[in-house]
């Protein structure tokens, strides 16, 4: 039997994978057009510069999905990354080994990290405050405590072997001779440090193994199916026994935890802590949930969808900067892809429905 | 037989107007009992106090032979006391299985060690409840936003028949609905009935009810003026109870 409907079928699937190929094409055009850019290190130098919004945006995605929205998460990176520092250097001037510092500053970071979003959550779901009013507050509030934490200073003279984690790589491969895991191999010439293959940042490890698990959760357990169902209809989630107002708290901490993770890995690459770290890529990420077809209405939305999203972007920003065009242009292309993501959502809600397992 | 449900002497006030009068009835299993009365009658007063959103200034609900109080709508639920709603309590972005399993989701171990949705199951014993209830929807990981309105209906009932329900109670169930998903709903009702569900069905549509209940009551300005046999009246006679051209034997 001849299937007639094949190329509506696969027109559906393309309209449906456009993000995808859409992001292929970028690369590809900028492999075409630039100079050195489908390389392996600037293929990496993509991850290592979309961590921060890889991180933010899967955060917000679980927000978004329930119909809210986190903008504290700007200046929570900055929060959390004066908080680590801060800690790291504390420790280690109080004689702590810099193993030792450097632990509870990242575990610090993170458990401080987790309060902004129970005051959130706590705000939206206990006290109806609306999603874009409470966490905008805590935008600000995250910022001026950032400051005061940090006296209006970067923070600098962090333990010297953080370097060897935050700009390390999970691989190192000297063709023929070495290959090591996570060490870089000591005692090397020149010539060997110019041929030494480095595979894949540890940042963009970590940065991945947390997107990878609440991947998971969000779509595989039950926490994720309480999630679309609050953004889908709160009141049908709260009537089935959904504890709907914890649930939402727990959301808000995911957010938040995900921006302390942000600013972390903010300390671990650049070495120093600052209060305005990472606040330029609150839109960007916001920007890569809804690229990556999630609503702002709520309901939809996936992790893959939003890697894909915020990847997006910081392929075209590499981009520019490879072609040597000025950055601004980025706002304007972004902006542009947005509006065609939604869009594309807004017109095709019946070609793009397919059976799914939510 | 035991009736399944009984209410004696209810009565409801909004400030100073009495929505429902005096109200007694009972339901037994598998029965069906349409509720008729004008517009503002008490119909959907009387059973939003069965369905424990609101609270009767006197009276007394008998369930299964034992006196209860029903506080809130979660209570119902817990024992077997089912609204089917007009905004239907599904989530419109979740597809037929998991809205059946929403909130109740069943769960399987992932390499033995966390766990996670077993969609299998949900699916087969959604099917399952489904042809039980000969409800025929395409494909059930098709999301709600994608049925009819009759679908969506049928959905939510599935689902509180899956979870137990005894007595459904459907409020103008028919008004949104096309000609032909009317006729479904109809038919479900009546399959629901011979599996020994109760239902109260509230109609404007004299028709509908008359299809499918066995047992009429009549309302007019708050209280019950009626209760007729469906096989030994007639539209008219219901009619005229209705606008109160036919004194009924609680008048
Ligand atoms: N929540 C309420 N507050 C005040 N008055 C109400 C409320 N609900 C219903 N009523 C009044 O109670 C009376 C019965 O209403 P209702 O039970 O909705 O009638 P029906 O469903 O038979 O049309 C009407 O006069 C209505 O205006
Ligand atoms: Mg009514």
């Given at each position: 039997m001849i299937n007639y409907h094949k190329p509506k079928k696969i027109g559906i699937s393309i309209l449906r994978r456009w993000t995808l190929i859409f992001l292929l094409g970028e690369i590809l055009f900028f492999g075409l057009v630039g100079t050195n850019y489908i390389s392996l290190n600037n293929l990496q130098d993509i991850l290592?510069?979309?961590?921060?919004?890889?991180?933010?945006?899967?955060?917000?995605?679980?927000?978004?999905?329930?119909?809210?929205?986190d903008l504290s998460v700007g200046f929570m990176v900055g929060f959390s990354s004066v908080i680590c520092a801060k800690v790291m250097v504390n420790l280690e001037t109080a004689g702590f080994s810099q193993v030792a510092a450097i632990s509870i500053g990242v575990l610090a970071a993170l458990l401080l990290g987790l309060i902004p979003g129970f005051i959130n959550g706590f705000l939206v779901a206990k006290l109806r405050v609306p999603s874009f009013i409470a966490?905008?507050?805590?935008?600000?509030?995250?910022?001026?405590?950032?400051?005061?934490?940090c006296n209006n200073i970067?923070?600098?003279?962090?333990?010297?072997?953080?370097?060897?984690?935050?700009?390390?790589?999970?691989?190192?491969?000297?063709?023929?001779?070495?290959?090591?895991?996570?060490?870089?191999?000591?005692?090397?010439?020149?010539?060997?440090?110019?041929?030494?293959?480095?595979?894949?940042?540890?940042?963009?490890?970590?940065?991945?193994?947390?997107?990878?698990?609440?991947?998971?959760?969000?779509?595989?357990?039950?926490?994720?199916q309480h999630t679309y169902a609050i953004g889908g209809n709160i009141n049908a989630a709260e009537r089935a026994g959904v504890n709907v107002k914890t649930h939402l708290i727990k959301v808000y901490m995911i957010s938040s935890f995900f921006a302390?993770?942000?600013?972390?890995?903010?300390?671990?690459?650049?070495?120093?802590?600052?209060?305005?770290?990472?606040?330029?890529?609150?839109?960007?990420?916001i920007?890569?949930?809804?690229i990556g077809g999630a609503s702002l209405y709520g309901?939809?939305?996936?992790?893959?969808?939003?890697?894909?999203?915020?990847?997006?972007?910081?392929?075209?920003?590499?981009?520019?900067?490879?072609?040597?065009?000025?950055?601004?242009?980025?706002y304007i292309a972004v902006a542009c892809i947005l509006i065609f993501a939604v869009l594309i959502d807004q017109f095709s809600p019946e070609l793009i429905q397919k059976e799914e397992e939510i | 037989m035991e009736p399944l449900l009984e209410v004696k002497n209810i009565t409801k006030k909004f400030g100073g107007l009495t929505a429902v009068d005096n109200v007694s009835m009972q339901i037994f299993p598998g029965e069906v009992i349409g509720i008729l009365g004008d517009n503002g009658a008490g119909k959907s007063t009387l059973i939003k106090v069965i369905s424990g959103v609101y609270h009767a200034e006197a009276g007394q609900i008998f369930y299964e032979g034992r006196r209860i109080k029903i506080s809130n709508p979660t209570e119902a639920l817990k024992i077997g006391i089912?609204?089917?709603?007009?905004?239907?309590?599904?989530?419109?972005?979740?597809?037929?299985?998991?809205?059946?399993?929403?909130?109740?989701?069943?769960?399987?171990?992932?390499?033995?060690?966390?766990?996670?949705?077993?969609?299998?199951?949900?699916?087969?014993?959604?099917k399952k409840v489904l042809n039980r209830l000969d409800i025929n929807i395409p494909s059930l990981k098709n999301k709600i936003s994608t049925l009819s309105g009759g679908e969506r209906?049928?959905?939510?009932?599935?689902?509180?028949?899956?979870?137990?329900?005894?007595?459904?109670?459907?409020?103008?169930?028919?008004?949104?609905?096309?000609?032909?998903?009317?006729?479904?709903?109809?038919?479900?009702?009546?399959?629901?009935?011979?599996?020994?569900?109760?239902?109260?069905?509230?109609?404007?549509?004299?028709?509908?009810?008359?299809?499918?209940?066995?047992?009429?009551?009549?309302?007019?300005?708050?209280?019950?003026?009626?209760?007729?046999?469906?096989?030994?009246?007639?539209?008219?006679?219901?009619?005229?109870?209705?606008?109160?051209?036919?004194?009924?034997?609680?008048?």
């Open positions: 290592v510069a979309s961590t921060t919004v890889l991180l933010l945006a899967t955060g917000e995605t679980f927000v978004i999905i329930t119909g809210g929205i966490t905008f507050g805590m935008y600000g509030i995250a910022y001026g405590f950032a400051e005061i934490i970067p923070v600098h003279n962090l333990p010297s072997s953080l370097g060897t984690l935050g700009h390390g790589y999970l691989f190192y491969w000297l063709p023929g001779k070495i290959f090591s895991f996570l060490n870089k191999p000591g005692n090397l010439t020149r010539d060997e440090l110019k041929h030494l293959i480095v595979i894949i940042p540890n940042v963009v490890v970590i940065t991945f193994i947390f997107i990878a698990i609440f991947a998971f959760i969000l779509a595989k357990t039950k926490f994720g302390s993770l942000a600013g972390v890995m903010y300390v671990l690459q650049y070495i120093t802590g600052r209060a305005p770290a990472g606040s330029a890529r609150l839109l960007d990420a920007t890569a949930v809804v309901g939809k939305g996936t992790i893959i969808g939003t890697v894909i999203g915020a990847l997006i972007i910081s392929v075209l920003e590499i981009g520019l900067v490879n072609l040597s065009i000025p950055t601004y242009n980025l | 089912e609204t089917i709603y007009q905004d239907l309590a599904l989530a419109e972005n979740m597809n037929v299985y998991s809205n059946i399993f929403l909130g109740r989701e069943k769960l399987k171990k992932f390499l033995g060690l966390v766990d996670v949705l077993d969609h299998d199951y949900m699916h087969s014993e959604s209906q049928a959905v939510a009932i599935s689902r509180s028949i899956y979870w137990n329900a005894k007595l459904l109670i459907m409020d103008e169930p028919t008004a949104a609905l096309g000609v032909a998903e009317q006729k479904k709903v109809l038919n479900l009702v009546k399959t629901l009935s011979s599996q020994g569900v109760s239902i109260f069905i509230i109609s404007h549509q004299i028709h509908d009810v008359f299809s499918v209940a066995t047992r009429l009551l009549i309302m007019r300005r708050g209280k019950k003026v009626a209760e007729r046999i469906t096989k030994k009246t007639s539209a008219d006679e219901v009619v005229g109870l209705i606008v109160g051209s036919i004194l009924g034997e609680y008048n």
